[in-house]
């Protein structure tokens, strides 16, 4: 059954895609929630992240995140993702997570240097110059024997006031394929961006609710944090974030990170 539903769910944004918009994006703003057919967007991005091992002090890892993404036609954005960690304390710290601005949702890391490749297909169901609503699919390949295959099915939503601010909500459900137990996280991110002339800025939070495989307790996460960039030429964006995965006690060992990013958008 969960098969099934999966390859339902992937199937949904392609035939939804015809619905996107191909309106003008202007300021960051009013970027689209969907790469309009034949736009391409692409993101380098590094980052830090701390962690604390069981009964030692707070340490620091860095890492990468490389993305792109391109609008087809009848298909919807379909892009992909890759994030390099530097050495056992980029791992520990998932730092690479950070490098990823703007888009909070974790995927499954695994261990090794380089994080699992993530892939995404993205289509419109509603998109008004206000309003946008879409359907997602995100699917997290393994590079190591740690990690496991991982489905995220999402629905975003962006509000517009035109020139003047966005907000990014919705909700992802990402279901690694374990295999001791139905293990889930429940994202609900919530991002506030408001347009200054070129620059932007705005305050990033949401809600989490991890359920572990083998027996372990849940536990609910908020997320908070700050990102802000800068636009030159209406294509290139220059972005910082700082955040932090849980101002309310948790088990996990992530802590406090933040990144640097050079984005472009084409046309």
């Known amino acids: 059954m969960r098969k099934a539903l999966a390859s339902i769910w992937l199937c949904v944004p392609a035939a939804l895609a015809v619905a996107s918009d191909a309106r003008a ?64 304390d980029g791992v520990a710290s998932y730092a690479n997570h950070y490098a990823r601005l703007f888009d909070p949702i974790m995927n499954e890391p695994g261990l090794n240097d380089f994080d699992n490749v993530e892939m995404h297909l993205r289509g419109s169901i509603v998109s008004v110059e206000v309003f946008e609503l879409g359907l997602e699919t995100r699917i997290v ?17 962006r509000i517009h006031i035109p020139d003047f601010m966005r907000i990014d909500t919705g909700l992802w459900l990402s279901v690694p394929a374990e295999s001791n137990g139905f293990y889930y996280v429940l994202d609900v991110p919530a991002q506030a961006y408001f347009q200054f002339g070129d620059a932007f800025v705005g305050p990033q939070t949401g809600i989490r609710f991890t359920n572990p495989a083998g027996g372990a307790g849940s536990y609910t996460e908020i997320p908070l944090g700050v990102g802000g960039g800068y ?37």
């Open 141 to 157: 390949i393994p590079t190591d024997s740690t990690s496991v295959v991982a489905l995220t099915p999402g629905v975003p939503m």
């Open 231 to 267: 636009t030159f030429g209406g294509v290139l964006d220059v972005k910082a974030q700082l955040r932090t995965e849980h101002v309310n006690s948790s088990p996990s060992p992530w802590g406090f990170g933040g990144g640097l990013a050079l984005g472009i958008r084409v046309p």
């Open 25 to 88: 994006e202007g300021p960051f703003v009013n970027v689209p929630l969907t790469l309009p057919p034949l736009h391409f967007g692409g993101e380098a991005g590094i980052g830090f992240g701390t962690y604390q091992p069981p009964g030692a002090s707070t340490k620091v890892g860095w890492g990468s995140n490389f993305d792109a993404a391109i609008g087809l036609p009848f298909i919807g954005e379909l892009g992909a993702r890759v994030g390099y960690r530097f050495g056992a």
